[in-house]
């Protein structure tokens, strides 16, 4: 039973428009969310977080937003460069006992921005 | 600054071969560390976490071990690969359940 989905598993967007990644959880435990930017063959990096009792974080180009009562995040790049181009993942913590708020992560969505 | 080291890059070997990846991570004491799959065209799946020396815990039943010798040492083992084990194998740190960081990853191909 897959906690973190994101059903896209690619988007294509010109640059200097607007990116909107989505994602969607079903356990309301989780607590903090994050996401990750991989390109092909090295490790995630990490983006930008957001706490369950916010609604919006914003670093410079990448905004995250959520929404609880709807289960749903979603990661908006403003504006869209080529360089984003890359693999997102999602990611949630659930933090109860002892599980040590281990990160379940979605599949990722691919994003392409063409020049 | 904190970094974190993984190696091999790229590794190449036969069913049944054993298996060793190392990763270490300076600029932190006592972290939390990971080891994590990412197999073709799919996310990335947790395999081990440690929360400290010899503290193993692993996520899934599989083929693999992992062993914490060091505090900021993590390796993972395998006494007999097989073609499934094929994947990008990464490790992560963080200090305390929050955000975690990568290595650069390990390719391993099992022929």
């Known amino acids: 039973d897959q906690q973190v989905k994101q059903n896209s598993p690619s988007l294509s967007v010109q640059e200097g428009r607007i990116s909107i990644l989505n994602c969607d959880y079903t356990?309301?435990?989780?607590?903090?969310f994050l996401w990750y930017k991989k390109y092909p063959a090295e490790g995630p990096t990490f983006l930008i977080s957001?706490?369950?009792?916010?609604d919006k974080n914003e670093d410079g180009r990448f905004t995250v937003f959520l929404n609880k009562s709807a289960k749903h995040l979603s990661l908006h790049i403003v504006p869209s460069q080529p360089g984003d181009s890359a693999v997102y993942f999602c990611a949630a913590r659930v933090d109860y006992g002892g599980s040590q708020g281990n990160l379940i992560f979605g599949k990722g969505t691919k994003l392409s921005v063409k020049p | 600054s904190q970094t974190i080291h993984q190696w091999p890059a790229t590794l190449v070997q036969p069913v049944g071969s054993p298996l060793s990846l190392e990763c270490t991570v300076e600029?932190?004491?006592?972290?939390?560390l990971y080891w994590y799959r990412q197999a073709a065209g799919r996310g990335l799946q947790l395999l081990f976490y440690?929360?400290?020396?010899?503290?193993i815990s692993s996520e899934v039943p599989q083929n693999l071990s992992a062993s914490r010798p060091q505090d900021r040492q993590f390796i993972l083992s395998s006494k007999k690969l097989l073609l499934s084990d094929s994947g990008f194998y990464l490790c992560?740190?963080?200090?305390?359940?929050?955000?975690?960081?990568f290595g650069p990853g390990t390719r391993l191909t099992v022929l």
């Open positions: 957001i706490s369950s009792i916010k």
């Open positions: 356990n309301s435990m989780f607590d903090y």
């Open positions: 600029g932190t004491s006592n972290p939390n």
């Open positions: 440690s929360v400290g020396i010899g503290q």
């Open positions: 992560a740190w963080s200090v305390f359940p929050l955000t975690q960081y």
